[in-house]
């Protein structure tokens, strides 16, 4: 028997191994695993090339539980050790100390185990002790039994073992017995080794006989060891991409399409990705690829190696050019991870736009689901903005579907306004902004429907890109004025009239909680609405983007802005001036006349003022500006009062509010009542 320490100068290790390499213990199975396949692959490696020559027989990865001994044991069937190789491999760890150790790695944990080859020792996170029993496949060989109980001590002896390859037994600690449990077990499997390249077996499969589940004697392979990314694509059909699909995600839609990834230069990747059919939800839905090296499960945090925006797609990636860190659980950015996600890019770019030129008609059915991806990329990655500016869709009211460059031809001529700049008319929502798009309509318009997650920051990202353009809702203001070609034709009713019409709908607006509005007089002609509301693009716009970012969080707390625009033109507007005028002339004259006098001595006032030196105006003076000031306020006030006098028993006044109000969802409860109450009155 040869006993002995491990190759380091500190009994400490174990304990840095277990407490401070791996933060996730679980991981230790798929590193012994990972072993046992890689000493699988090296036998069928040297039986092709012919140096090794007997049969290979079973070469499945066994895992077994033995509860009553507490342990955890993993055999291959492949290249084996022998005592020297055991010395050189297991005894050996190429550093001097954890002092050093701990000092160069302290920020950079990370890269130990993949530098130094640990990957065996993580059985020490689990183990009060661990035990090899190996033959080496080589002519003549003896088998040997090594022993370490987590110090560094060892000891290798001589032992029967009548076959070639290595039996790990893990002798479980106390505190780590949940790794006996079946279930357990296959869970991990199930997550860490399901496309290992050789068969791994767990137990047996059972089946369900005589009233409970019973084991068969049919090996349970836990594993698909030729999944579909391994496969040449021209040998793979549609349905097969599917099948692999619902195997990965078997709660998920079918996926609207896929892209097989095959490439062995400069760098080494395979794999598929799948566009899954979703539209909101975009954090939800993340962490679905899976990464791979060399079909060993690494880890589903894929960023840094998929671009950001496409973490949303689903599927599997497989690099052994990827760096990962000492437990394989995360990712070192490197020349290579930077090479591999501007690959994909490139590749999922070309995938879209090869659908979009062979069938556009598909892409265009595809396109609701697609457009989430594909501005998000534009959004947050400028190279993909690039590729995809000609094959990215806008969608209009009618459900037909432009590139961008198409688009702008079909509007150009009829939607450039007086300045030469393109307006693009938007609606959000078909129903609520139904009176406003056919108004727009009605002018030959085109309005597009933006009504997805991100179509607000696409629209400001728009006008960035896109020649001397603005993108305008078609409720953010009258038709009229959404794309204004000629100067505004001036209202036939004079400023006086129009701020005692103003005041009259003013005073009986209701009070709403954030939400502000301002009324304005204009000439919209006869068949135009006699009232309208229309809401601020610019505010709207910035509410909507303080969503999005938290440093304009400050707009999403102000109130909304609203514009009640009346329409002198029209019949009912005129006549309610022309009653206003009747109810109210005779109690304003005095009070205008006063106004007028208050306004004329103000402005004499003022005008001496003008002339003199801050310096020389006396107190008697300023106090006379002020009481002037305060007694124009007073009859104002006066003025405002007999217009709402008048106004709060008009019900033209009120029923044409409510109407602008209904048009818009903000006619609601009592409110509503009331409308519906002296709806009936009216018309009986």
């Known amino acids: 028997m040869q006993k002995g320490n491990i190759g380091v100068t500190t009994e400490n290790i174990f304990p840095v191994i277990k407490k401070f390499l791996y933060s996730d213990h679980e991981i230790f199975l798929r590193e012994m695993v990972s072993n046992a396949v890689d000493a699988t692959q090296k036998l069928k ?37 022998t005592a020297e190789e055991i010395d050189k491999y297991i005894n050996q760890i190429a550093f001097s100390g954890v002092t050093d150790f701990l000092d160069k790695y302290k920020d950079n944990a990370n890269a130990i185990i993949g530098h130094f080859g640990l990957g065996f020792y ?15 496949y080589r002519e003549d060989a003896v088998a040997v039994k090594w022993s370490c109980d987590g110090s560094p001590a060892y000891e290798i002896e001589e032992t029967e073992k009548a076959d070639r390859g290595s039996d790990i037994i893990l002798h479980l600690a106390e505190d780590c017995k949940e790794f006996l449990e079946k279930q357990r077990i296959q869970d991990l499997l199930n997550k860490y080794c399901k496309f290992m390249s050789v068969p791994i077996v767990f137990g047996k499969k059972s089946e369900w006989k005589d009233g409970k589940m019973q084991d068969t004697d049919e090996d349970n392979v836990v594993n698909d060891s030729e999944p579909m990314w391994t496969k040449a694509p021209s040998t793979l059909k549609d349905e097969d991409y ?21 490439v062995d230069f400069p760098f080494n990747l395979t794999g598929i990705l799948y566009f899954p059919r979703i539209k909101s939800n975009l954090d939800l839905q993340r962490n679905k690829i899976q990464l791979f090296c060399n079909q060993v499960f690494v880890t589903d945090q894929v960023e840094g190696i998929v671009p950001e925006f496409l973490t949303l797609l689903h599927g599997v990636i497989d690099s052994p050019d990827i760096p990962l860190n000492v437990s394989r659980s995360y990712l070192q950015s490197d020349a290579n991870v930077k090479k591999i996600s501007t690959y994909i890019t490139k590749k999922v770019a070309d995938r879209l736009n090869s659908i979009f030129k062979d069938d556009r008609k598909d892409f265009e059915n595809k396109w609701d689901d697609l457009k989430i991806f594909i501005n998000y990329g534009m959004l947050s990655q400028e190279d993909f903005y690039d590729r995809a500016k000609d094959f990215a869709l806008l969608k209009d009211t009618e459900g037909k579907y432009f590139t961008y460059e198409e688009y702008r031809t079909l509007i150009k001529d009829n939607q450039t306004d007086k300045n030469d700049t393109l307006v693009y008319l938007y609606a959000n929502n078909l129903e609520d902004e139904y009176a406003y798009i056919e108004a727009a309509k009605q002018k030959g318009y085109s309005v597009l429907l933006l009504d997805g997650d991100l179509d607000v920051p696409m629209v400001s990202m728009l006008e960035q890109k896109l020649e001397k353009c603005r993108f305008t809702r078609v409720d953010s203001d009258i038709i009229d004025r959404l794309i204004v070609k000629e100067d505004q034709k001036e209202s036939a009713l004079s400023k006086e009239e129009s701020d005692q019409l103003s005041q009259a709908f003013r005073s009986q607006m209701p009070t709403m909680e954030k939400a502000n509005f301002y009324v304005e007089v204009q000439s919209l002609g006869e068949e135009a609405q006699p009232v309208l509301i229309t809401q601020s693009e610019y505010m709207r716009r910035m509410k909507d983007i303080s969503r999005y970012q938290s440093g304009m969080a400050f707009y999403g707390q102000m109130p909304d802005s609203y514009n009640l625009v009346l329409n002198s033109d029209h019949p009912l507007i005129k006549r309610v001036v022309e009653d206003e005028t009747g109810n109210c002339s005779e109690a304003l004259k005095p009070v205008l006349a006063e106004i007028k006098g208050l306004d004329a001595r103000l402005a004499v006032l003022r005008q001496e003022q003008g002339k003199k030196k801050p310096e020389e105006i006396t107190q008697e003076e300023k106090d006379d500006v002020k009481a002037t000031e305060d007694a124009i306020s007073e009859q104002k006030n006066k003025k405002d009062q007999i217009i709402a006098e008048y106004a709060k028993g008009s019900d033209i006044i009120h029923q044409l509010i409510d109407l602008a109000l209904l048009q818009n969802g903000m006619l609601k409860g009592a409110a509503l009542s009331a409308f519906l109450r002296r709806s009936v009155e009216m018309i009986k």
């Open 45 to 81: 490696t040297l039986a092709e090339r012919g140096d090794y020559k007997e049969e290979l027989g079973d070469l499945s990865v066994r895992i077994s539980i033995d509860t009553e001994k507490g342990t955890l044991t993993i055999s291959d069937r492949g290249i084996g050790m």
């Open 122 to 136: 993580s059985a020490f996170m689990v183990s009060d002790r661990v035990e090899i029993v190996t033959r080496s």
């Open 242 to 262: 599917t099948a692999f699909y619902r195997k990965l995600y078997p709660m998920q839609d079918e996926p609207l399409f896929w892209i097989h990834l095959n």
